[in-house]
Nanobody, 119 residues
Framework: QVQLVESGGGLVQPGGSLTLSCAASGFTFSSYFMSWYRQAPGKGRELVASITYTGDSSNYADSVKGRFTISRDNAKNTVYLQMNTLKVEDTAVYSC????????????WGQGTQVTVSS
């Protein structure tokens, strides 16, 4: 029973901060790259950030670089996304994704959590 459950979304004013969590279960969490994606109304899915198995390396979309930080705690099977200096254009549904390395198997998606940045 694979599960990825996001939490921490909500309403925040521009310039504010929010931290998302994604709790994973039912698979070997430490063997998967983890990513955060987002999708705004009328737009395609965008890769926001990704992190390697042990958290030794991370990548970010240019639009969030310097403002967002991805991290993981393998002991808790959880990946986080800290979002600072939020902008209206950050408004989207944010989803967690577990990526099997080298196409060794299927990836897994969470249901997503809504982040709304509005004044």
């Amino acid at each position: 029973q694979v599960q990825l459950v996001e939490s921490g979304g909500g309403l925040v004013q521009p310039g504010g901060s929010l931290t998302l969590s994604c709790a994973a279960s039912g698979f070997t969490f430490s063997s998967y790259f983890m990513s955060w994606y987002r999708q705004a109304p009328g737009k395609g899915r965008e890769l926001v950030a990704s992190i390697t198995y042990t958290g030794d390396s991370s990548n970010y979309a240019d639009s969030v670089k310097g403002r967002f930080t991805i991290s993981r705690d393998n002991a808790k099977n959880t990946v986080y996304l800290q979002m600072n200096t939020l902008k209206v254009e950050d408004t989207a549904v944010y989803s967690c994704y577990a990526d099997a390395p080298w196409d060794s198997g299927p990836g897994y998606w969470g249901q997503g959590t809504q982040v709304t940045v509005s004044s």
